[in-house]
């Protein structure tokens, strides 16, 4: 069964169903890396491209940045792919190259931390407007019950990078705590704090009904 049949083939089941479908799809995406298989790498750009890209938005405030690392992690998966188990989903190992590939940038800038990203950048890496890619709605899009995507960003790109970054990874990219912990490589509790902390901070930017759905939101999954 090749990575192409197994997503066309995921349905709405029972929490155990998707969870054995992605873990199916998880090893199928990591012995295709391991042979090399032909197209596969395309396939995966096809479909995490505009994930990607929004993470790294999110996480550099920078665009020309963003896509130079988006270049990067690519090429990274097709040297390194062998490396992936598929013990974890595919985009958790993909983040976590992009946000490694972050932090080497900002260490040879001197920077010593991702909390310094926006706290220490110079001027022409503070916060812009930036269009963000996308494909089609984001859970963040149906917490909010917000229109206005250019807002969404423009509110997430006031928070420090360490609380921007976990409220993107779960409420845009729908990862699961566990997983966030992963890419972040931070306890679960401190995934949580931020998360928490995080909201927050929106508080006074978002209007209640909508920071109250995706309080909902993190308490389910938490």
Same mark, same amino acid.
């Given at each position: 069964?090749?990575?192409?049949?197994?997503?066309?083939?995921?349905?709405?089941?029972?929490?155990?169903?998707?969870?054995?479908?992605?873990?199916?799809?998880?090893?199928?995406?990591?012995?295709?890396?391991?042979?090399?298989?032909?197209? $596969?790498?395309?396939?995966?750009?096809?479909?995490? &491209?505009? !994930?990607?890209?929004?993470? +790294?938005?999110?996480? *550099?405030? /920078?665009?020309?940045?963003?896509?130079?690392?988006?270049?990067?992690?690519?090429?990274?998966? $097709?040297?390194?792919?062998?490396?992936?188990?598929? &013990?974890? !989903?595919?985009?958790?190992? +993909?983040?976590?190259? *992009?946000? /490694?590939?972050?932090?080497?940038?900002?260490?040879?800038?001197?920077?010593?931390?991702?909390?310094?990203?926006?706290?220490?950048?110079?001027?022409?890496?503070?916060?812009?407007?930036?269009?963000?890619?996308?494909?089609?709605?984001?859970?963040?899009?149906?917490?909010?019950?917000?229109?206005?995507?250019?807002?969404?960003?423009?509110?997430?790109?006031?928070?420090?990078?360490?609380?921007?970054?976990?409220?993107?990874?779960?409420?845009?990219?729908?990862?699961?705590?566990?997983?966030?912990?992963?890419?972040?490589?931070?306890?679960?509790?401190?995934?949580?704090?931020?998360?928490?902390?995080?909201?927050?901070?929106?508080?006074?930017?978002?209007?209640?009904?909508?920071?109250?759905?995706?309080?909902?939101?993190?308490?389910?999954?938490?």
């Amino acid at each position: 069964m090749t990575f192409a049949s197994i997503s066309s083939s995921f349905v709405r089941g029972t929490p155990a169903a998707v969870n054995e479908q992605a873990r199916r799809e998880s090893l199928a995406v990591a012995q295709g890396l391991k042979r090399q298989k032909a197209g $596969l790498l395309d396939e995966l750009i096809v479909r995490y &491209q505009h !994930r990607l890209m929004r993470y +790294l938005l999110y996480l *550099a405030g /920078n665009r020309e940045l963003a896509e130079d690392l988006f270049q990067e992690v690519w090429m990274r998966v $097709l040297v390194r792919g062998a490396q992936y188990n598929g &013990q974890a !989903r595919f985009e958790t190992w +993909l983040f976590s190259i *992009a946000r /490694n590939l972050l932090i080497d940038h900002r260490r040879k800038r001197t920077m010593s931390s991702l909390d310094e990203l926006i706290e220490g950048a110079g001027e022409d890496d503070r916060a812009m407007p930036l269009e963000f890619a996308a494909a089609g709605p984001t859970p963040l899009d149906r917490c909010f019950w917000l229109e206005d995507r250019e807002r969404i960003a423009a509110v997430l790109m006031e928070l420090d990078a360490l609380h921007r970054e976990v409220l993107v990874l779960r409420f845009h990219e729908d990862l699961s705590l566990e997983e966030i912990a992963k890419v972040t490589k931070a306890h679960l509790s401190t995934v949580k704090s931020r998360l928490y902390r995080g909201l927050a901070m929106l508080k006074p930017r978002l209007e209640e009904p909508t920071l109250k759905a995706a309080q909902a939101q993190l308490q389910e999954a938490g």
